[in-house]
C-alpha cells in the first residue's frame, strides 16, 4: 500500500493517454454532474442554450439591478432554484427592500406585474423576460395612488404628533380677519392599508385620517380624511382594466401640515389636469376623483392606454369657487431598444366652475421619451402641447359718459380667450447605491386652480433624497417650488410656494416607530394678508399590529 494511502490522502491525478482522469473515470457520473437548472414556469430542464443566455443576463450592464429581497441562486442572481420560497418584504424599513422611488423600486414593480422571469406571451425573442424597458411618465394616475402590482399585507397603525410652528400660517377668524402667530398642536392619526393580489384581479386600499388642535388659534383645528381604493382585473394575458376612486376631506391645516413631497412621489408622473394639488391655505376642501382606464399590450414592447377621468371640487366660503372636471386621454408607448421607450399621448379636458362663472375646453398632444443610462439612473420626459380656449365673466370698465348715467364704474361681460401653452414633465432618477437614491423633476402643464385662480399653467420643480443608514434607519429630504398662473382671468395675480423639508424614523421595537422632521416654507398669494415664511418642528410616534394579525 502506498504512502499516500496510509496517511488518508487523495491519490494524485495521472492523466491517462486519451487526456481524461483516470479517477475521475472511476466515479460514477451523477455524483459529479451539476444539477441542471429547471424552467419555473414550464417546469422542464433549461437547454444549453438558455443557460448560457442566462449566465450572459449577469454581466449585461442594463439588466435590472439583482433583487435583493430573494436569496441569491447559483443559476442567476435574478431568479429563485425551482421550489425556493422568497421572504416576505412588504416591511419598507427592512434592509433588503427598495427605497420609495428608486430606479430598483421601479424594476422591482415592473417584475412583479410581470408575473414571470421568462418571456412573456407573445413577446419578441429580443425581449429580455421580465425587462419591460425604463419607466415612462404616462400620468394616467391620479395624485391619490399609483397602481402597483404587488402584494401588500393589510396595516393597521395609530400615531399621535407633536408639532410646533414659528411664524405659522395665518388663519382666517369668523370676522374675516386673519391671524398669525406661533404656536404649538398636537395631531392623533390612524389608518389602514393594504391590497391584496389575485390570480386576474388585485384590490388596494388605502385609508388614512387626523385630528389636529392648535393651542390659541382655533382656527386651525381640524379633522382631515383620504380614502383611496383602485382594482384591477385582468381581462386577458393582453388586456387589463382599472379603476381608481379617491375621497377626499381636508381641513384649513391640511396645506400647513404637508409642505412636502412624500418619499418616492413625483409631480412629474401626477395628472395635474385632473388632480389639484395646490389648495389655497386656511380653506375646507372636498375632493373626489374617479378613474378608468384599459391597457392592452399585444406584445411585451406595445402597449396602449384608454383612461378617462372625472373630478369634483368644492371648498367653504362664497369667495371660493368650485370645480368639476372631466377628462378622456390615450397614450401609446413601445420600447424601441433595450435601454429606450419612446411613445405619444393625447388629451381633451373639460372644466366647469360653480354659478357658470367660467368654462374651459382643451386639447393637449405630445411625445413620450424615456432613456435608461445605466442600471442606475433613468430619464423620463414628456414634450408636448396644449390649446386651451376659456369663457369666463370678465369686468371690463365703462367710459365715464356711460358710468355717469348708470352709476356703474364697470360693468360685467363674457370674455372669449384662447392660448396654447407647453405641456413638459421631466424627471431624472438616480440609485447612488442600494440605499441612497435621489431625483430631479421639471412640470409645466394645465391645472384646475384653487378656488381663486382658475384655469392655470402650474409650474413646478422639485429634488428628493432618500437613504438608509445603518442599513434601517430611513432618511429623506426634499425641496420644491410651486407657481399657478390664471389663464382665463387676465392679470389676476398668482399664488406661489417653495418648501424644504428634511425627516428621519427609526423602529425604536417592533411595530412602534418615532419620526422627527423639520420644514420650511415660504408663499405668496397675491392679494393675501397670510404671513409669508412658516417653519414647522414635528415629533411623532406611530403603532402598528402585527402584519398576521390581519388577515383579508
Same mark, same amino acid.
Given at each position: ?87 416576505e418584504t412588504t416591511d419598507p424599513n427592512s434592509a433588503a427592500a427598495p427605497l420609495p422611488g428608486s430606479v430598483a423600486a421601479s424594476n422591482a414593480a415592473a417584475t412583479k406585474s410581470s408575473g414571470s422571469s421568462g418571456p412573456a406571451p407573445g413577446s419578441d425573442s429580443a425581449d429580455s423576460g421580465d425587462y419591460s424597458g425604463p419607466a415612462v411618465l404616462t400620468r394616467s394616475y391620479t395624485l391619490a395612488r399609483p397602481m402597483e402590482s404587488q402584494q401588500i399585507k393589510w396595516k393597521l397603525s395609530v400615531g ?217 439612473? *433613468? !430619464?423620463?420626459?414628456? @414634450?408636448? =402641447?396644449? $390649446?386651451?380656449? +376659456? /369663457? #369666463? %365673466?370678465?369686468?371690463?370698465?365703462? &367710459? ?26 421631466? *424627471? !431624472?432618477?438616480?440609485? @447612488?447605491? =442600494?440605499? $441612497?437614491?435621489? +431625483? /430631479? #423633476? %421639471?412640470?409645466?402643464?394645465?391645472? &384646475? ?38 389663464? +382665463? ?64
Amino acid at each position: 500500500m502506498s504512502l499516500p494511502v496510509l496517511l488518508g490522502q487523495q491519490a494524485p491525478l495521472v492523466p491517462t493517454p486519451s487526456g481524461v482522469n483516470s479517477l475521475a473515470q472511476e466515479q460514477p457520473d451523477d455524483e459529479d454532474a451539476s444539477p441542471v437548472p429547471i424552467d419555473p414556469k414550464t417546469k422542464l430542464p433549461l437547454t444549453p442554450a438558455q443557460i448560457r443566455e442566462r449566465e450572459i443576463d449577469k454581466y449585461d450592464p442594463m439588466k435590472p439591478l439583482p433583487d435583493t429581497t430573494t436569496p441569491e441562486s447559483t443559476l442567476t442572481d435574478r431568479e429563485l432554484p425551482a421550489g425556493a420560497t422568497p421572504p416576505e418584504t412588504t416591511d419598507p424599513n427592512s434592509a433588503a427592500a427598495p427605497l420609495p422611488g428608486s430606479v430598483a423600486a421601479s424594476n422591482a414593480a415592473a417584475t412583479k406585474s410581470s408575473g414571470s422571469s421568462g418571456p412573456a406571451p407573445g413577446s419578441d425573442s429580443a425581449d429580455s423576460g421580465d425587462y419591460s424597458g425604463p419607466a415612462v411618465l404616462t400620468r394616467s394616475y391620479t395624485l391619490a395612488r399609483p397602481m402597483e402590482s404587488q402584494q401588500i399585507k393589510w396595516k393597521l397603525s395609530v400615531g399621535v404628533s407633536f408639532s410646533y410652528d414659528l411664524g405659522q400660517t395665518g388663519a382666517q377668524n369668523p370676522n374675516g380677519t386673519f391671524v398669525s402667530n406661533s404656536t404649538y398642536g398636537e395631531s392623533l392619526s390612524w389608518g389602514l392599508s393594504g391590497r391584496h393580489v389575485w390570480k386576474l384581479d388585485q384590490l388596494g386600499v388605502s385609508y388614512s385620517a387626523n385630528y389636529s388642535g392648535y393651542s390659541g388659534n382655533g382656527g386651525l383645528s381640524g379633522m382631515n380624511n383620504a380614502l383611496n381604493l383602485d382594482y384591477s382585473h385582468v381581462v386577458s394575458h393582453k388586456l387589463s382594466v382599472q379603476v381608481v376612486e379617491s375621497l377626499q376631506l381636508l381641513s384649513q391645516n391640511y396645506s400647513l401640515e404637508n409642505p412636502t413631497l412624500a418619499p418616492g412621489s413625483s409631480e412629474a408622473n401626477i395628472n395635474l389636469s385632473t388632480s389639484p394639488n395646490l389648495q389655497i391655505l386656511g380653506n375646507t376642501v372636498r375632493q373626489s376623483n374617479t378613474s378608468v382606464s384599459a391597457t392592452y399590450t399585444p406584445s411585451s414592447r406595445l402597449a396602449y392606454n384608454l383612461s378617462g377621468s372625472y373630478f369634483v371640487v368644492g371648498r367653504s366660503g362664497q369667495e371660493f369657487i368650485g370645480t368639476f372636471g372631466r377628462q378622456a386621454s390615450g397614450d401609446v408607448n413601445y420600447r424601441l431598444t433595450h435601454n429606450t421607450t419612446v411613445g405619444a399621448f393625447y388629451s381633451y379636458t373639460r372644466y366647469l366652475y360653480s354659478h357658470n362663472v367660467s368654462s374651459s375646453d382643451s386639447n393637449g398632444l405630445g411625445v413620450i421619451y424615456s432613456y435608461a443610462l445605466n442600471q442606475r439612473t *433613468q !430619464l423620463r420626459t414628456r @414634450f408636448g =402641447a396644449t $390649446r386651451i380656449e +376659456s /369663457l #369666463a %365673466y370678465e369686468t371690463v370698465p365703462l &367710459p365715464p359718459e356711460l358710468a355717469a348715467i348708470l352709476g356703474e364704474a364697470a360693468a360685467i361681460s363674457n370674455a372669449y380667450s384662447r392660448r396654447t401653452t407647453s405641456d413638459i414633465s421631466v *424627471q !431624472l432618477v438616480r440609485d @447612488f447605491r =442600494a440605499n $441612497r437614491t435621489g +431625483s /430631479l #423633476a %421639471y412640470v409645466h402643464g394645465e391645472a &384646475p386652480g384653487n378656488g381663486v385662480l382658475l384655469t392655470s399653467t402650474q409650474e413646478s420643480i422639485s429634488g428628493t433624497f432618500g437613504a438608509r443608514i445603518f442599513r434601517r434607519i430611513p432618511i429623506n429630504a426634499s425641496a420644491a417650488y410651486s407657481s399657478l398662473q390664471s389663464i +382665463s382671468q387676465g392679470n389676476i395675480g398668482q399664488y406661489s410656494s417653495e418648501t424644504y423639508g428634511a425627516g428621519v424614523s427609526r423602529e425604536i421595537r417592533k411595530g412602534t416607530t418615532s419620526s422627527f422632521s423639520v420644514n420650511y416654507r415660504r408663499y405668496q398669494i397675491s392679494g393675501s394678508p397670510l404671513l409669508q415664511h412658516d417653519i414647522r418642528f414635528t415629533f411623532g410616534l406611530s403603532w402598528s399590529p402585527p402584519e398576521n394579525s390581519l388577515r383579508f
